[in-house]
């Protein structure tokens, strides 16, 4: 097989992304710059200051992803962009970059789609990994489980209704008033350590539904009344509550994760049961997307899925938080059995797609 050398560009939500991947499986570089701090200030994503934090950033993220992995832009196969889903301002930055890079080298360009690259990425992870398997791909926009039956050949099983997990995991570390400089899900984890999980009695979501769909948006409002009863006082900052309201803080955050996480494990099962009637020779679940790199998520779901028979495969948590690897992967992915678009035009105008 020929070698592929693969740069791949992720700016679909608040992480300008960029690198350098072999088709071997070696990854030679990989940035990521977070607006992180930037959301913490203004309390939430605007596209249009998301747009301006990528478009300020993205030149210099490329730049050290192709001088880290000492390559240059010659050497590259093809450009890899994640096209969608995502806030198409921002989408907009990470494929002009791309197409500028790929017209001006004569390089083919590769189209991504988020999702795939977060499922996908365990392959380059584990090497056993054929299809089919079946992909549980938790983060902070979407919520899907699907069997992957080929390359670009996926049944949806189940998806969220209304509000992602990542989402139930960011509004309670905000209302908990965490440290925001990082995302929510890793402080709601390391707090809830210190709670008593049994302490708040939510109710597990969709329990009625007998199908594989999720919802997080209930348990959210589940969480927002346990804090208005517990008079946790919301949005001061945890660094300031005394010792009594900080265990308050700990045992909501550990009861609100244990629930959410029995709500995957359920739908996980049945999904499992589904996907084995539809294909009984699937031996994989990847876990995969912002979520999955929660310990707590982690041990959970590898009960489920082993129980099963199954293996879990989990990439590791900076494989699993949008990066570029899985986005340079998946385009090599696709690049290997033909499927790319031919170089753009030399000197595009900016305003084309
Ligand atoms: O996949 P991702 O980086 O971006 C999207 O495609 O949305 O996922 C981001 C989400 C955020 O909601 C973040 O709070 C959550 O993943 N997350 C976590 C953890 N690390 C990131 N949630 C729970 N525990 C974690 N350790
Ligand atoms: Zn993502």
């Known amino acids: 097989e020929v070698d592929i050398t693969m740069l791949g560009i992720e700016t679909s939500c608040d992480d300008t992304a960029a690198a350098v991947v072999r088709s071997n499986g070696e990854i030679l570089s990989q940035v990521v710059s977070s607006q ?32 880290k992995a000492g390559v240059r832009e010659k050497d590259l196969s093809a450009v890899a962009v994640t096209i969608g889903p995502g806030l198409s301002l921002c989408l907009h930055v990470g ?78 570390a905000k209302w908990l008033g965490l440290d ?66 900080r265990s308050a803080r700990a045992n909501i955050a550990a009861s609100f994760q244990r629930v959410a996480v029995l709500h995957l494990e359920e739908k996980c099962q049945r999904a ?30 590898k009960q489920v899925v082993e129980k099963n028979g199954l293996q879990l495969v989990c990439p590791p948590p900076s494989l699993c938080t949008d990066n570029g690897v899985m986005i340079a992967w998946t385009g090599i992915e696709h690049f290997r059995v033909g499927r790319f678009d031919p170089p753009p035009p030399v000197n595009e105008p900016d305003d084309v797609k």
């Open 36 to 67: 992180a701090e930037l959301l913490a200030q203004y309390g939430g994503v605007a596209p249009k200051m998301a747009q301006e934090a990528h478009a300020a950033v993205i030149d210099q993220v490329v730049q050290d992803a192709l001088d």
């Open 95 to 172: 494929v002009q970059k791309a197409r500028k890079i790929a017209g001006s080298f004569n390089l083919p360009l590769v189209g991504v789609h988020h999702m795939e690259a977060h499922a996908l990425v365990a392959r380059l992870v584990e090497k056993k990994l054929q299809f089919p398997f079946m992909a549980l791909l938790i983060s902070g926009g979407h919520n899907l489980v699907v069997l992957a039956r080929d390359l670009g050949h996926y049944i949806q099983l189940g998806t969220t209704i209304d509000d992602a997990i990542g989402e139930a995991y960011d509004k309670t």
């Open 180 to 245: 925001l400089r990082r995302s929510g899900g890793p402080a709601i984890e390391e707090l809830a350590l210190e709670g008593d999980a049994k302490a708040i009695k939510f109710t597990v979501p969709m329990k009625q539904h007998k199908d594989c769909n999720f919802s997080f948006a209930g348990l959210k409002n589940q969480v927002r009344l346990a804090i208005e009863a517990q008079n946790v006082t919301p949005e001061i900052p945890i660094s300031a509550a005394n010792s009594k309201e």
């Open 272 to 301: 499992i049961e589904w996907a084995l009637k539809i294909d009984p020779s699937i031996k994989y679940l990847v876990a995969s997307g912002g979520v999955a790199s929660n310990k707590y998520v982690r041990s959970r779901l």
